[in-house]
């Protein structure tokens, strides 16, 4: 069973930081592409920030809104994806949501998604 369970969201002051973190099971996380998004209210979920696997080179992408604040980092010893957020912004808040696509090998391509944790940025 593919699990990917997300942590480290809470209220922050603007300015501040957080650091989200996805654990992952049942899938081999190292041929994955790992993704963050994230979806405010009333508005379409967006793409935060992508890394691929390490022996692509763990390419990083971000979207334009994060770039220089955020930074994705995966650890595959550990199974885990992480999301540095510094420098938050109000319009930062929305729920963050954990993503894995891949494997690398596969023509098929298989997608999941963790169930989300809470980004508030407010004074």
């Not at 992952?24 to 041929?31: K, P, R, Y």
């Not at 963050?36 to 979207?63: F, M, N």
């Not at 109000?90 to 993503?99: G, L, Q, R, S, V």
């Amino acid at each position: 069973q593919v699990q990917l369970v997300e942590s480290g969201g809470g209220l922050v002051r603007p300015g501040g930081s957080l650091r989200l973190s996805c654990a992952t099971s049942g899938i081999m996380f190292e041929v994955y592409d790992m993704g963050w998004y994230r979806q405010a209210p009333g508005k379409q979920r967006e793409l935060v920030a992508t890394i691929s696997p390490t022996s692509t080179g763990a390419r990083v992408d971000y979207a334009d809104s994060v770039k220089g604040r955020f930074t994705i980092s995966r650890e595959d010893a550990e199974n885990t994806v992480y999301l540095q957020m510094n420098s938050l912004k109000p319009e930062d808040t929305a729920f963050f949501y954990c993503h894995a696509r891949g494997p690398l090998y596969s023509v098929v391509k298989y997608e999941y998604w963790g169930q989300g944790t809470q980004v508030t940025v407010s004074s």
